[in-house]
């Protein structure tokens, strides 16, 4: 055949659920046409690849024929073909012609295809490029169907604007099942006590990130001291007795099997991942910091403690584990999702691969050396109390008058040099002094009388301004009674003394 068209032997389907209608298929680089068996039907069709926007397949081994939907912008071509090779090989020839023709207005020029063997996802990349860079439309209509480049040439100097626009698609990681490992029920022969658990990648997977220590023991003891096997027979035997919750069973069978202990007690690893997290936490809502602050939680608080019992629960203290700290851990490990891309059965690959994202999580926490001061001045801030400490400066400097009779005297002096035509006046007399001053103050007036008013007059209009402006103003009256002026604060004799004077005044 040759490798400028292909003729396959399809249906043409108006719908994916029409019957169909049998007949030829031919693909050029330029169109494709279809031709039905039966010459009485009228389905035929010669239709421009310029025209053609995509194409989309079914699934191979879906259950499904072996369908090709050629779309344009409204509706499409449905083809059945008679099996998936032949479908392969015309959607490739349709993604290249797509690519040849994508230009609207584009060259009648056929452009040669060369033997170059594309995937389906790289051709769908590359019209993907076209449709949305438009500049890049032009070059390819100028210089690949011009002839002047071969599609190989054209696409090997932009191999990195390709491989750009494949990392941009976003990949979602498939999360963990909610459902815990316990749950797993084995399967039995039914003629002895043997049972079997039949484990998965996932479930393998599920059980290293919940248990560290299970995850660490499995690359210490395989393959070096014990088979997988063995190393799962184990594991699933001391999750038995747990689920029995006899606590002396346990710790005996610790005692005699080092490895199986591994499995019994406590998780180290786990222990110490939760006491770094512990440390994260705000203090003000640390409420295991409290602890202490209760006396009940104390055993035998009030009563006589026994050493012996003491010393028992000490000893086994090591192997319990609660149900909600599993429930709590396994929840904690569904949510943070897979935190490795491996997808493989080999066990050790994936427990390495976690142990190695563990060791890089770490790494980057070890390194920020500041969390531990961040928290450090949290707890200074939030255990802070106002009155216990001491006073803080205040905003502006404060006025400090080390002697008042001397500012006062200042003010006095300044004030009396203002007025023209004043007697310079000592500012301290003695009582003889101002007893003298006085009756001849009291003389000249007898004689002579009062030259002058007892108050200027310009110095009263100033006055009652003042005041006037003052009673209609509450500016000054700051955290009083905004309807209270400056006049109502004085005292009634004062009050009545200025009214009168201002009064004489006018």
């Keep these: ?66 369908l090709l939907n050629i779309t344009k912008d409204q509706g499409g071509y449905f083809f059945e073909f008679e099996n998936f090779p032949d479908r392969e ?3 490739d020839f349709v993604a290249k012609a797509i690519i040849a023709n994508t230009s609207s207005g584009a060259s009648e020029k056929a452009t040669p295809l060369n033997n170059e063997q594309l ?26 169907m011009g002839g002047v480049l071969s599609e190989t040439e054209f696409w090997a100097t932009r191999k990195k604007l390709v491989d750009v626009n494949a990392s941009r698609r976003v990949k979602q990681r498939v999360g963990l099942k909610s459902d815990m490992t316990f749950n797993v029920k084995p399967s039995s022969d039914g003629q ?11 479930m393998i997977h599920q059980i290293f990130a919940e248990k560290p220590a299970v995850r660490q023991a499995y690359l210490n ?22 689920s029995a919750r006899n606590i002396v069973a346990t710790a005996a069978e610790a005692a005699e099997d080092e490895e199986l202990a591994v499995f019994l007690k406590q998780d180290p690893i786990l222990a110490s991942e939760t006491r770094q997290k512990i440390r994260k936490v705000d203090p003000t809502l640390d409420m295991e910091a409290d602890e202490g602050d209760d006396y009940t939680h104390i055993p035998g608080h009030g ?17 319990k584990r609660s149900f909600m700290q599993d429930i709590n851990r396994h929840a904690a490990v ?27 999580e770490l790494a980057k926490e070890a390194s920020n050396g500041n969390v531990n001061q961040e928290r450090l001045d949290r707890i200074s801030r939030m255990s802070e109390i ?49 007893y003298g001053s006085l009756r001849v103050f009291i003389s000249e007036i007898r004689t002579v009388g009062l030259s002058d008013p007892i108050v200027r007059p310009e110095v009263a209009v100033m006055v009652f301004n003042g005041l006037t402006q003052n009673i209609s103003s509450s500016k000054y009256q700051l955290g009083k009674n905004p309807h209270e002026s400056i006049l109502d604060t004085l005292p009634r004799v004062t009050k009545e003394e200025l009214l009168l004077v201002s009064f004489f005044v006018f």
């Design 221 to 242: 003891f395989v393959p070096n001291k014990m088979t997988e096997r063995d190393f799962w027979t184990k594991y699933w035997r001391a999750q038995y007795l747990h």
């Design 119 to 144: 995937s389906s996802a790289e051709m769908q990349r590359r019209i993907k490029l076209l449709q949305e860079d438009s500049e890049l439309q032009k070059l390819h209509q100028q210089f690949v």
């Design 386 to 434: 106002e009155d216990l400490q001491a006073p803080r400066e205040p905003p502006v400097a404060p006025l400090c008058i080390k002697d008042p009779r001397d500012y006062f005297d200042s003010q006095q002096v300044n004030a009396t040099n203002q007025e023209a035509g004043t007697k310079q006046m000592k500012s301290r007399l003695s009582s003889s002094e101002a």
């Design 1 to 66: 055949m040759d490798a400028s068209q292909v003729v396959k032997r399809v249906k043409y389907k108006s719908s994916v659920k029409a019957p169909g209608i049998d007949g030829i298929l031919k693909m050029t680089r330029e169109r494709f046409t279809f031709r039905p068996n039966d010459p009485s039907k009228s389905q035929s069709l010669n239709v421009d690849f310029r025209l053609i926007k995509g194409h989309k397949s079914s699934k191979e081994g879906s259950g499904k024929p072996a």
């Design 192 to 202: 002895s006590n043997r049972v079997t658990f039949n484990l998965t990648p996932e």
């Design 89 to 91: 090989l015309c959607r």
């Design 334 to 360: 569904v949510l943070e999702g897979r935190t490795i891309d491996v997808e493989t059965a080999d066990t050790r690959t994936v427990a390495e691969a976690l142990a190695s994202s563990k060791r890089v």
């Design 303 to 319: 009563l006589a403690v026994e050493n012996t019992k003491d010393e028992l629960e000490a000893q086994y203290e090591p192997f």
